[in-house]
T-cell receptor
Framework: AQKVTQAQTEISVVEKEDVTLDCVYE???????LFWYKQPPSGELVFLIR??????QNEISGRYSWNFQKSTSSFNFTITASQVVDSAVYFC?????????FGTGTRLKVLA | DGGITQSPKYLFRKEGQNVTLSCEQN?????MYWYRQDPGQGLRLIYY???????QKGDIAEGYSVSREKKESFPLTVTSAQKNPTAFYLC????????????FGPGTRLTVL
C-alpha cells in the first residue's frame, strides 16, 4: 500500500527562523514521484517541486530546499529565513501510476 | 491566461438537494481530478478521468457523480446520497496520466444547511 505521513500537524516559528517540514512515504513501486504543494489561506494548492525516485540530489530554490533520502523514505522541505508570507498548509504527495496520495498536511505559522 | 476555473467559490444548499460543481481548464490537459478536503485533513480523491467519456472512481466516490463530455470540463455532482457533503472541493488536471504534477483550481466551498 502507498502512504504519505506528515507527522507535524502544526508548526509555529518566528520570522527569520529556519523550519523543516517532514515527509515520510511508503511505496513498493520502483518508479515514483514525490511532490510538495503549498496551500495559502485562499485555498488553491500551488505546486512547489517534483522529484523522481531516481534522483536523490538535493534541490534548492531561493529560500526553499528539499532533501530526498530513499534510504529513510523521506522527502523533507526546509524554508530558510522564514517570512510571514510562508504561512500556509504544506502538503507532500506521492504519485503512483494514476493517482496521487497526499499527506494530511503541515500548517506553518510564521509570526512577525 | 491558462488555468483551471471552478465555480462558484461558495455554495450553499439545503439538505437533500443535488448540486453540481463546475470545473473548466484551458491547459489542454488530458487528465482531470476531483478531491475533497475536510478541515485538518489531506486531500481525498473522489473521481478522476484520463480521457473524454471515461472516468474512474477514487477512494470516496459514494454519493458523487461526474461526467467528461469535453476535454475542458469535468463537472462534479454532489447527490443527496452523500451523507456529509459539507467540505472544500478541489479540481485538478495534468498533461499525462503518469507522474506529472497536477495543477489545481481555486476550489469550491460547499455548505449544506
Amino acid at each position: 500500500a502507498q502512504k504519505v505521513t506528515q507527522a507535524q500537524t502544526e508548526i509555529s516559528v518566528v520570522e527569520k527562523e529556519d523550519v523543516t517540514l517532514d515527509c515520510v512515504y511508503e511505496t513498493r513501486d520502483t518508479t515514483y514521484y514525490l511532490f510538495w504543494y503549498k496551500q495559502p489561506p485562499s485555498g488553491e494548492l500551488v505546486f512547489l517541486i517534483r522529484r523522481n525516485s531516481f534522483d536523490e540530489q538535493n534541490e534548492i530554490s531561493g529560500r526553499y530546499s528539499w532533501n530526498f533520502q530513499k534510504s529513510t523514505s523521506s522527502f523533507n522541505f526546509t524554508i530558510t529565513a522564514s517570512q510571514v508570507v510562508d504561512s500556509a498548509v504544506y502538503f507532500c504527495a506521492l504519485s503512483g501510476t494514476y493517482k496521487y496520495i497526499f499527506g494530511t498536511g503541515t500548517r506553518l505559522k510564521v509570526l512577525a | 491566461d491558462g488555468g483551471i476555473t471552478q465555480s462558484p467559490k461558495y455554495l450553499f444548499r439545503k439538505e437533500g438537494q443535488n448540486v453540481t460543481l463546475s470545473c473548466e481548464q484551458n491547459l489542454n490537459h488530458d487528465a482531470m481530478y476531483w478531491y475533497r478536503q475536510d478541515p485538518g485533513q489531506g486531500l481525498r480523491l473522489i473521481y478522476y478521468s484520463q480521457i473524454v467519456n471515461d472516468f474512474q472512481k477514487g477512494d470516496i466516490a459514494e454519493g458523487y457523480s461526474v461526467s467528461r463530455e469535453k476535454k475542458e470540463s469535468f463537472p462534479l455532482t454532489v447527490t443527496s446520497a452523500q451523507k456529509n457533503p459539507t467540505a472544500f472541493y478541489l479540481c485538478a488536471s495534468r498533461f499525462e496520466i503518469t507522474y506529472n504534477e497536477q495543477f489545481f483550481g481555486p476550489g469550491t466551498r460547499l455548505t449544506v444547511l
